[in-house]
């Protein structure tokens, strides 16, 4: 297929079949193409929609999201993990009041130097929130591109990489710029799937090289596999009789940055010494069974450690610090954490039986 070929092919199909109703689309414009551009980094769509959705209704516009504390951002982030996004979105927004006057850059390079912001997310921002010709190349456009171009190699290894900018910037056209980059998105979540694409309705079938040598179970090539280091620790769950629980703030960076969380030890003995220097009676102590939750570099082992607070005088929580959580608090938790406290809050009676979070 010629290029115009293609772009008419690819047009065509978007607009009998495209995504066209999805909550970022109904009022698009660059902010809000941003907000669900970072959303939609490593998370599925059906996934992503309610919480854009509440993240808007919060903050609906990039004046709001500078103005409201880096707290309630991860806050409202919590469950979608990789939370150096929420942060960096909240970073990028004051800068984009700061030094831009609250509008965003019309260029690539420009938008590339806000936090968070790469050449892909720019190329959306651009492109499907103002209408300007840029190109795109997520992981969905990489695949469309890889199989029609009939293209081995990982992705995202550097050389193949190169390539598929070239592909992509040669085939984005100048006009509906916006329903192109969308198209080729929407084709490779619903068409050129993963696994068993739909290569009988694809628009592009003619053309596709993978399709046309029997290669689309092969290309794109995956990614090399790398053995997953295991990490272990202890974590707490101190209650108090109303069901209340201790949390500490985690670092501002590393993993589940800036959300609430249970205190963790490397071993039994250092929890029970912290609860020592407070006072805590650790008698009826009730071990449950270790947990397991996988990051994108690493396995977190962590056995969580119960105990009951009757009787035991809490200290107050502080905004930044440490302290007591009632039930309905409303704070941000790593998505396993808050899964473990809601299989304890629900069957008190067979917490030994809470099943592996694998």
Avoid at 138 to 152: I, M, Q, S
Avoid at 175 to 181: C, G, I, K, Q, T
């Amino acid at each position: 297929m010629h290029t115009e070929e293609f772009r008419t092919a690819l047009l065509d199909w978007f607009d009998r079949h495209g995504r066209k109703h999805l909550p970022w689309q109904t009022a698009r414009d660059p902010y809000r193409v941003w907000i669900s551009e970072i959303m939609l980094q490593q998370t599925q769509v059906a996934t992503v929609i309610p919480y854009f959705e509440r993240f808007m209704a919060r903050f609906p516009d990039v004046a709001a999201l500078a103005a409201g504390s880096v707290d309630e951002v991860v806050a409202l982030w919590a469950g979608l993990g990789y939370y150096a996004r929420a942060r960096n979105l909240h970073r990028a927004a004051r800068i984009v009041v700061a030094q831009h006057g609250g509008r965003f850059p019309a260029s690539v390079d420009a938008l590339k130097a806000l936090p968070g912001i790469g050449r892909s997310t720019a190329g959306a921002i651009l492109s499907l929130g103002s209408g300007l010709p840029a190109p795109i190349l997520d992981g969905n456009v990489k695949r469309v591109l890889c199989r029609y171009a009939g293209l081995a190699g990982w992705p995202g290894a550097p050389q193949v990489e190169r390539e598929l900018w070239r592909l992509s910037e040669a085939l984005t056209p100048e006009f509906r710029v916006a329903d192109h980059n969308q198209a080729m998105m929407d084709l490779g979540a619903t068409v050129c799937a993963k696994r068993g694409p739909a290569c009988g309705v694809c628009p592009l079938r003619d053309g596709c090289a993978a399709l046309r040598l029997g290669l689309t179970d092969a290309i794109p090539t995956p990614r090399p596999k790398l053995a997953q280091p295991v990490r272990e620790c202890h974590m707490l769950v101190l209650r108090d009789g109303s069901g209340a629980v201790y949390l500490e703030k985690r670092p501002p960076t590393g993993i589940w940055g800036g959300l609430r969380s249970l205190p963790e030890f490397d071993g039994l003995d250092a929890l029970l010494g912290w609860c020592a220097e407070r006072g805590i009676d650790t008698c009826r102590l009730e071990r449950l069974p270790r947990r397991r939750h996988t990051f994108t570099h690493f396995r977190l082992d962590f056995v969580p450690v119960l105990i009951r607070a009757e009787g035991f005088a809490p200290w107050v929580a502080e905004d930044a610090g440490p302290g007591w959580f009632g039930p309905d608090a409303a704070v941000g938790l790593p998505a396993p954490i808050a899964q473990l406290l809601r299989d304890i809050a629900g069957d008190n009676a067979t917490r030994g039986q809470i099943a592996l979070d694998l």
